[in-house]
């Protein structure tokens, strides 16, 4: 396994709802370090381009506004096998389908509000990381 890193994000129901502490001393507990965060407001713009991949897909609108409702957290994750772990201890899109103790099934919603995102690959996470933290992308 490799260190690795990766970006989660706190989305607009998980700070609205008040998680951001539990999220984090769940990925801290789990052996993933901080290396960089940040509360941000996303614009359309912003998200639209985040999410590009599902544009044209049906919930794309619905995603998008839900995504610019509210303040974020941006994450920086760091530690071995960051990726994957991450995904894991954020549990399944839906938290119909989520594992017991995960993020998802404790907070989400539904399919569209599930408090939180995790990069899905290497690549993704190198093009999130950078996308949102271009400006100190040394550190994460
Ligand atoms: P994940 O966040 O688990 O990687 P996806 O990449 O498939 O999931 O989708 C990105 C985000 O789009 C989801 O986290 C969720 O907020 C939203 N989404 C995905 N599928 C649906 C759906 N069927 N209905 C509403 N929102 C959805
Ligand atoms: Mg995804």
Redesign the pocket.
Known sequence: MAVEKTLSIV?PDGVQNGHIGHVISVFEANGLTIRAAKLAWLTTAQAEGF?A??KG???FG??IE?MTSGPVLLICLEGENAIAKN?EL?G???PAQASDGTIRKLYAE?????TV??S?GGASAARELRYFFAEAFEFC
């Open positions: 989305k999410y991949e599902h897909r049906g919930f619905e995603l839900f995904r954020m399944a899109t839906d539904s399919k569209g509000r599930n995102h995790g899905d």
